[in-house]
Each structure stands twice: as structure tokens, then as C-alpha cells.
């Protein structure tokens, strides 16, 4: 046993400098990696520094159904979403910023981008058509 503890200590403690290694390696992520993509959070997201980059995303032609400007989130009845490879249907989602919802009306007929952002599939930007 005297000889065992020990080395065991030593396998900790490199286990945990390995450990912190990596983590440092990975910069500011958090969390376990589940294999989800990580996406700009800014984008779209009116004061952000990352800028308007969700101009290469497909606007998809969508109606809006509800509008919940509490827990900030659109239901909205939309063609297909190729870069989230969803077919057309109903369904709630998520706003990056609270103000995209202000003027919406139900009924609305509008373009909107779309983006999964830690793992919740997020509205970045409304415009109505043309």
C-alpha cells in the first residue's frame, strides 16, 4: 500500500496536467463536446462586433403563426431550411435578438435566416417580402 499511493498520486496529477493541458488548448469553449458545430453567436445579432455575416444563409420564406415576445420565440410555419437540412413544417424557434419580433404581426409573410446556436435552432434575421 505505501508503495501504491504514490504512484497513484503521480498518475493524478498527470491526468489532471493533461487535462488542463487540453482545456487550454480549446480557448474559452465550455462543456462537453457532443460533436454539434459551434456557430458565431454574434451573427446577426444587432451591437455585436462580429458583424452582419449571415448574408451567405438561405432566407426562407416563412409565416408567422405565434409570437411570444416573453420567452423571445417565433413559431413559424417555413419552406425548407437547407443549412439546418429541415424539410418545411411548423415549429417554434428561438430569437437571436428580441427586436427582430417588434412589428411583426401574425399572419406576417416574411424571409428569415436561420442558424442552430447551442443546439437551439435560432431566427437571425426577419424581413418581410417583397
Do not use: C, W
Not at 458565431?40 to 403563426?65: C, F, M, T, Y
Not at 415576445?69 to 417565433?74: F, M, P, V
Amino acid at each position: 500500500m505505501k508503495k501504491t499511493l504514490p504512484y497513484l498520486l503521480l498518475l493524478a496529477t498527470r491526468g489532471l496536467v493533461a487535462l488542463n493541458s487540453a482545456h487550454a488548448q480549446e480557448g474559452h469553449h465550455h462543456g462537453a463536446d457532443n460533436g454539434m458545430q459551434h456557430h458565431d453567436h454574434s451573427r446577426g445579432v444587432p451591437g455585436s462586433e462580429g458583424g452582419s455575416a449571415h448574408g451567405e444563409l438561405p432566407k426562407v420564406e416563412s409565416e408567422v403563426r405565434r409570437i411570444n415576445t416573453r420567452a423571445n420565440t417565433l413559431s413559424l410555419r417555413h419552406g425548407e431550411i437547407p443549412n439546418l437540412d429541415m424539410p418545411p413544417m411548423t415549429m417554434v424557434f428561438q430569437v437571436a435578438d428580441p427586436s427582430l419580433l417588434e412589428g411583426l404581426a401574425v399572419g406576417d409573410e416574411v424571409l428569415v435566416t436561420f442558424d442552430q446556436i447551442d443546439g437551439a435552432y435560432t431566427v437571425l434575421s426577419v424581413e418581410p417580402m417583397p
